[in-house]
Antibody, heavy 121, light 113 residues
């Protein structure tokens, strides 16, 4: 079964840290770039970060640059999002997703189930 | 950053009738390779988003053929030829031409009248 299963998240105070994990199965994980996307009622879907298939290329949104770190372990079929110096505006549901450039046979658009992060004192 | 603007933001529709959602980008989405990287996503209530359309008009596997995408340059449209109850949800356009960042529209909520 093609899936991404997320873990981590929860309630944390401003300035603290949290790590999200996203484990893959059912598709060639090491061939796919992975994105993190977050969603809030007020801002909708917002792209956060991407890591290339081999981990050599990484990009962040301006909102999280310098505070969040994306990484992956292809031997464990897992991608991570380390979130430091969290702010109240980081409160959101976080999704990991493949969002491949192309489609068709063998192109898997897969999304995790989402994990809630609440930053509050 | 490329701004994606959708309209309408709310779309009440009658079952069996067509529905269309517009998406405009603040700059052309034609990439240097000649392709246009405009996607449409569907998010049903309580579910994660899933992609319906990539590169303006190509349907992803398993997507019913009542969904179609069209457009070019800066103006794009998602059309549902005959709305079914399972189509209720929020629809987002997203550009993947000028990255980073990848940017989404605000979302259009489709509901049944």
């Amino acid at each position: 079964q093609v899936r991404l299963v997320q873990s981590g998240g929860g309630v944390v105070q401003p300035g603290r840290s949290l790590r999200l994990s996203c484990g893959a199965s059912g598709f060639p994980f090491s061939s796919y770039a992975l994105h993190w996307v977050r969603q809030t009622p007020g801002r909708g879907l917002e792209w956060v970060s991407i890591i290339s298939s081999d981990g050599s290329n990484i990009y962040y949104s301006e909102f999280v640059k310098g505070r969040f770190t994306i990484s992956r372990d292809n031997s464990k079929n897992t991608v991570y999002l380390q979130m430091n110096s969290l702010r109240t505006e980081d409160t959101a549901v976080y999704y990991c997703a493949t969002m491949p450039v192309e489609g068709g046979l063998g192109a898997y658009d897969v999304w995790g189930q989402g994990t809630m992060v609440i930053v509050s004192s | 950053d490329v701004v994606m603007t959708q309209s309408p933001l709310s779309l009440p529709v009658t079952l069996g009738q067509p529905a269309s959602i517009s998406c405009r980008s603040s700059q052309t989405l034609v990439y240097s390779d000649g392709n246009t990287y405009l996607n449409w996503f569907q998010q049903r209530p309580g579910q994660s988003p899933r992609r319906l359309i990539y590169r303006v008009s190509k349907r992803d596997s398993g997507v019913p053929d009542r969904f179609s995408g069209s457009g070019s340059g800066t103006d794009f449209t998602l059309t549902i030829s005959r709305v079914e109850a399972e189509d209720v949800g929020i629809y987002y356009c997203m550009q993947g031409t000028h990255w980073p960042p990848w940017t989404f529209g605000q979302g259009t909520k489709v509901e049944i009248k």
